[in-house]
C-alpha cells in the first residue's frame, strides 16, 4: 500500500490547508484568455517600487554570485536609526510573515494555546497549527478586535497574543488607548505580537505606534514590513522590533541568509525615499475615497478601513460575484475563508483601476 505522508505529518499540520494568496495575473491569463487585467486582490502598491529602490537593485545584480550579508548590518542600522531603537533589537525577515512564523517556532510547543481575533489575518492559525498548538479565536466586534475579549482568553497555556493593527483583511484598527489598557492585563510571560503591516498609511491621530511601547512592555513584539507602503512585495523583505533577549531568540531560529541582497539594499534606499511615500499615501487616501464613494452609490456596505483595502458586503453570497469580476478581468479577493462568505476584498489601485473595478462590480450586480 502507498504510504500515507500527511498521515504521518505532526496533528497541527494535518488540520491545516495550504495559504491561499490572491490570483496572480499570468493564472487569470491563462484560464480566461483575457490580457487586460487589473489585479486588486493583495495589497500591493500600485506605484511600483521607489525609483531610489530600483537603482539600488541595478547596482547590486553584478554581485549576485555573493551570498548576502546574513546580519543585514546596513538595513538594521539605517531602521535603527530612523525607528529609535538599537539595531540589535531588529530581526529581518523573508517578509513579515516570516517573523510570525519564526515567534510561533521559537515559543510555541504542541497543546500550547495562542489567542488572535476572529476575521486577522490567515497567517495565526496557519503557524499556530503548524507548531501542534492550540488556536483561540476571539469573536470580532464591529469586524475589529474585542480587546477585552482577548485579554479574557488569556490562560496558563496561552503564550502568544497575535493582534494586528490595522487589521486584514477588515481595514479596522485599535487606539492608542484600547491597546495600552489590554498590555496591561497580559501576564508578562505572554508574548504580544502587534502586526503593524499597514502600519505607514494610517493617519489617524489616535492611532499607536508599538514601537513606543517597547520599554514599558518587554514582552511586546512589532513587525512590520516593506511589501505594503514601500511596493517591495516581490522581494520579501521585513523586520521585528522587540526587546533585546527576544531578538537574540529570534535570530537563533532565523535562516541565515533569509533576505537576499537586493531585497536588503532596496529596503534601505526606499526607507529614505520621502517624496514616494509620501506621495503614495495621499494617493492611498484618495483611492480609500473613491471606493468607499463608489460602493456607496451601489449602495452596498462596506468596513471603513485605514489600510490600503476595503472590505465590502455584496449582499448575497460572493463567490459568484468574484468569479464573474474575474470574467470582466478585475481580479480581487473572496474572504470567505476569514469567516466573511458576503464580503469580497478590494486593494486600492491607481485612479483608473480603481474606476474599472467600481463599473466592472456596477455590471457585474446588474
Known amino acids: 500500500m502507498p504510504v500515507d505522508f500527511i498521515a504521518l505529518a505532526n496533528t497541527g499540520v494535518q488540520k491545516l490547508q495550504p495559504y491561499q494568496p490572491g490570483k496572480p495575473i499570468e493564472e487569470l491569463e491563462r484560464e480566461l484568455g483575457i490580457t487586460d487585467i487589473v ?13 531610489r529602490a530600483l537603482a539600488a537593485i541595478r547596482g547590486q545584480l553584478e554581485n549576485l554570485h555573493r ?6 548590518y ?3 542600522a539605517a531602521l535603527g536609526e530612523r525607528l529609535g531603537v538599537r539595531a540589535s533589537q531588529i530581526s529581518l525577515g523573508n517578509g513579515s510573515n516570516d517573523l510570525l512564523e519564526l515567534v510561533a517556532r521559537a515559543w510555541l510547543r504542541p497543546d500550547d494555546e495562542v489567542v488572535f481575533s476572529e476575521h486577522a489575518f ?3 492559525p496557519l503557524v499556530t497549527l503548524a507548531c501542534s498548538a492550540r488556536p483561540v479565536a476571539v469573536p470580532a466586534r464591529d469586524y475589529g478586535h474585542d480587546l477585552p475579549a482577548m485579554a479574557e482568553a488569556i490562560t496558563e497555556r496561552t503564550r502568544i497574543v497575535f493582534i494586528a493593527n490595522p487589521n486584514n483583511p477588515t481595514g479596522t484598527w485599535i487606539s492608542a488607548a484600547d491597546l495600552d489598557h489590554f498590555l496591561a492585563r ?11 503591516a499597514y502600519f505607514e498609511y494610517v493617519e489617524e491621530s489616535a492611532y499607536p505606534d508599538g514601537i513606543s ?6 514582552n511586546l513584539i512589532v513587525t512590520r514590513t516593506f511589501s505594503k507602503m514601500y511596493g517591495l512585495s516581490g522581494l520579501r523583505v521585513g523586520y521585528a522590533i522587540s526587546s533585546l533577549d527576544i531578538a537574540e531568540v529570534l535570530n537563533r531560529v532565523r535562516q541565515p541568509f533569509n533576505c537576499n541582497s537586493l531585497a536588503l539594499v532596496a529596503a534601505e534606499a526606499a526607507l529614505d525615499d520621502h517624496d514616494y511615500l509620501e506621495y503614495a499615501r495621499d494617493l492611498n487616501a484618495t483611492g480609500l475615497a473613491q471606493v468607499a464613494e463608489g460602493l456607496e452609490q451601489l449602495q452596498l456596505d462596506y468596513i471603513p478601513s485605514v489600510g490600503n483595502f476595503i472590505a465590502f458586503d455584496c449582499g448575497r453570497e460572493s463567490m459568484p460575484v468574484y468569479e464573474a469580476l474575474l470574467r470582466e478581468g478585475v481580479i480581487v479577493r473572496p474572504i470567505g475563508g476569514y469567516g466573511m462568505p458576503n464580503h469580497l476584498r478590494v486593494s486600492i489601485g491607481l485612479p483608473e483601476e480603481n474606476e474599472r473595478f467600481l463599473e466592472a462590480l456596477a455590471q457585474v450586480l446588474g
Not at 551570498?67 to 543585514?72: A, F, H, I, L
Open 213 to 218: 511601547r517597547l520599554t514599558a512592555h518587554p
Open 122 to 124: 490567515a497567517v495565526y
Open 39 to 51: 489585479k486588486l486582490a493583495s495589497n500591493e502598491s500600485p506605484l511600483g517600487p521607489s525609483p
Open 74 to 76: 546596513r538595513l538594521k
Open 186 to 196: 497580559v501576564p508578562k510571560q505572554v508574548l504580544v505580537v502587534l502586526d503593524e
Open 67 to 72: 551570498y548576502p550579508d546574513g546580519s543585514g
